[in-house]
């Protein structure tokens, strides 16, 4: 006689079959943490491999049982993580998630809509339908048929961005990055066959109006401007209005990538430093940084919907012509995927829980954190800091230390899984790079960093 099938997470029986197995993944979790004891797991990659590899095949003959491979594989994946939560994590834009963002993401994997077709995700496409329509009023808030699609992040954004662009203005559509930008846009040139982006050069970290005029005086022909709201290695913004009025007298479509900067629109005290966003076409916008949502939660915002109908796509067993004109939903053209998740779930109970209000104290929050520990860098007399922080970004070495050292501390925080600071080349010199991104970060815990460097250098 055949073994019953394992139970599922959906349907009236689900949460019965889901409530012990969560108690399992949450006590996993729990002694995870308590075995990493720090940020992440000491002893680099070697040791975390081996670690891992003690586990066994990972196809066994026989299965251990739901309970077994829960409590060990979650409890090696917590131990050998790095995490997010932990104040000394700070290295790159790696956000830790709110615990109610990833109970509603249970959800969300439980039910498992596929936001291909309407009847997959009757309600869900509803809800991606509201939140996007919030979401694109935010970023525009002055236009008249805002629209935003759901990305899995910044990348996806800023392609599609530059696909709009091609569609809108022509294959021989030039685009004009700052060499600040995101590595996206190279790449994006890439794969839709356009030529390669026009570099502006950004000495001072963000794109100056009178080079970007210069280029544009040399260009003929149709040209996309990509401008950044928050740099990868600096948290920098370029001057947003004066570069959109440039690209209004010459002409030219301006895209802003704005996926680590733009949830700044919701705080009243630093909403200012986005002044001009509306003027961009498309905008792109992570949820996953200042947000603080599980990955992917990516948007593009665009100011005009009719922009996206080139998107549209046909495919008889999900979307016939006479199930569109009876009025089931077309959800083809909202994407360029076909499966995918409704990644939108976790992102309407964060909106309707904390409000823009909510939102807004924890973006602000994470910038107080950045001017904390740029203070602490200026009153440490071994260490330099670059400048102060614009975002939530903060550059400082030690002082009079070559690049090699620098880059050696870094590493020797990891091995010892103490700390986890980025890296970021600017103005000829290695710095370290700590970005900040825990509203939970306290000014004590930004000076056991300090310290931590300052012991590092003096080994």
Not at 68 to 91: F, K, N
Not at 378 to 401: C, N, Q, S, Y
Request: proline letters at 8%; one cysteine or more; charged letters at 20%.
């Amino acid at each position: 006689m055949r073994a019953a099938p394992p139970p599922l997470a959906g349907g009236a029986p689900g949460p019965d079959a889901l409530g012990p197995l969560l108690r399992t993944v949450l006590d996993a979790l729990r002694a995870g943490a308590e075995d990493r004891g720090g940020p992440l797991p000491a002893g680099g990659p070697e040791a975390v491999a081996r670690r891992v590899g003690a586990l066994g095949t990972a196809l066994p003959e026989t299965g251990t049982g739901a309970d077994e491979a829960l409590a060990t594989i979650v409890r090696a994946l917590a131990a050998g993580a790095a995490d997010p939560a932990h104040p000394l994590c700070a290295a790159h834009l790696h956000t830790p998630p709110l615990a109610l963002a990833v109970a509603a993401d249970l959800a969300a994997s439980a039910l498992n809509p596929s936001m291909d077709s309407w009847d997959q995700a009757p309600a869900a496409s509803a809800v991606e339908a509201l939140v996007t329509a919030a979401l694109a009023a935010e970023v525009y808030p002055d236009a008249t048929h805002p629209d935003a699609l759901v990305t899995t992040g910044g990348t996806e954004s800023n392609q599609l961005a530059l696909l709009l662009a091609r569609e809108r203005l022509g294959p021989a559509v030039r685009t004009v990055v700052g060499a600040n930008a995101h590595h996206s846009f190279q790449r994006a040139a890439w794969l839709l066959g356009l030529p390669q982006p026009v570099v502006v050069p950004t000495p001072r970290g963000t794109i100056a109006p009178a080079a970007l005029h210069e280029v544009l005086t040399t260009l003929t022909g149709p040209v996309l401007v990509a401008a950044t709201a928050g740099t990868t290695d600096e948290g920098l913004v370029d001057p947003i209005p004066a570069l959109a009025g440039l690209c209004e007298e010459r002409d030219a479509d301006l895209h802003i990538d704005a996926a680590y900067g733009g949830p700044l629109l919701f705080s009243r005290t630093h909403r200012p430093l986005l002044d001009g966003l509306a003027r961009a076409r498309t905008v792109t916008v992570d949820l996953h940084k200042l947000g603080w949502q599980p990955a992917a939660a990516g948007l593009l915002a665009v100011r005009e919907a009719a922009d996206l109908a080139v998107l549209g796509h046909t495919a008889a067993y999900l979307n016939a012509d006479d199930d569109t004109e009876a009025g089931l939903p077309d959800l083809l053209g909202r994407s360029l995927r076909t499966t995918r998740r409704p990644d939108v779930l976790k992102t309407a109970v964060t909106l309707r829980a904390l409000g823009r209000t909510g939102l807004g104290a924890l973006v602000d929050a994470c910038m107080d954190r950045a001017q904390d520990l740029a203070d602490l860098v200026e009153k440490a007399p071994g260490l330099d800091l670059r400048a102060r922080p614009t975002l939530t970004t903060v550059l400082f070495r030690p002082r009079g230390a070559d690049d090699e050292t620098v880059a050696a501390i870094r590493r020797t925080l990891l091995a010892e899984g103490r700390a986890v600071l980025g890296r970021a080349a600017v103005d000829g010199r290695l710095w370290l790079k700590a970005t900040l991104l825990n509203p939970h970060a306290t000014p004590g815990d930004l000076a056991q960093l300090i310290t931590l460097v300052e012991g590092s250098t003096q080994r």
